[in-house]
């Protein structure tokens, strides 16, 4: 399991199809969950990159494929939160993605960019088809 830096305020496992509306809903839940611990700071750029990764592995990562599922796993404490969402896809290349620069217009592409600009910390594992992100929760209002 992930973990903060502490002793877990919240935690939080869901595994759902690869369905833009049900990352809806789970991301409403995930910014309910961190408001109701008092995690406000956090709340913000938790929603934001759950609902980027999210969507990552249900539309590039699963193919829009229903059938295939995307879990996520949060934990938090007061000093940060720490996100994990694995899709049932083939990876891709973070290190390339991660040296790439995209344009500002671009319309896809920019996942990268929002994790470095919000998360403290951002680890792939070796396919790339997991991420897992660090979130402070000191200035990310």
């Known amino acids: 399991m992930i973990q903060p830096s502490g002793k877990a305020t919240i935690s939080l496992r869901r595994e759902i199809r690869s369905s833009l509306a049900e990352i809806h809903l789970l991301c409403a839940e995930i910014r309910a969950l961190l408001l109701a611990a008092n995690l406000e700071n956090a709340a913000f750029a938790t929603e934001l990159l759950a609902r980027e990764s999210l969507c990552n592995g249900a539309i590039h990562g699963n193919m829009g494929n229903l059938d295939k599922k995307v879990s996520l796993e949060i934990c938090a404490d007061q000093t940060g939160v720490c996100l994990q969402v694995t899709d049932e896809g083939n990876g891709f290349n973070w290190r390339t993605q991660c040296s790439a620069l ?24 070796e396919i790339g088809n997991q991420i897992t992100l660090w979130i402070s929760t000191k200035a990310n209002a």
């Open 102 to 125: 995209r344009e500002s217009d671009s319309v896809s592409g920019r996942g990268i960019h929002l994790y470095a600009l919000y998360a403290d910390r951002m680890e792939f594992n």
